[in-house]
């Protein structure tokens, strides 16, 4: 079954949205290498490489399902940010940004009674969850060592052991 066209755009839509997601996370981590934390630049390059992935997901989706990608341009993503904590702020205030846009898709999906595509975004549900959750707990960290250099410095190495998803 093709999808619905108001469904492919939503679809493309997201598609984007996690392309300007990458984008974010890379500026984050160029912020980060050229302020000296290369754990937390480690991390967001990380993030970066992950959002690149859910894109490839919804534009191999989308021509799973006979429709066309259409790629839009990105905006040009924030530069500066005043400390890595509020990195972090800005991270989990995306994520929570990105989980809206899932739900969303779900319901739209669920309106049309879309059923393999709301499949599909099911593991973008748990994915956002999941997100949600690991920014939140480096913020429960920057909050334990507050503004002191030791306790950046060595969450910054603890940031920076980041393993593969």
Known sequence: MELKKEILEALNDQLNAELESAYIYQAMAAM????????????????????QEHARKFYDFINERGGRVKLAAISEPPFEWDSPQAVFEAALEHEEYISDRINNLVSLAREHDDYATEVFLNWFVDEQVEEEDTVNEILDKFEKVGDTNTG????????????GH
Not at 154 to 161: I, P, R, S, V, W
């Open 32 to 51: 980060f290498e050229e302020e000296g934390f290369p754990g937390f630049a480690a991390w967001m390059d990380m993030q970066a490489l992950e959002e």
């Open 152 to 163: 950046i410095y060595m969450l910054d190495k603890e940031l920076g052991a980041r393993k």
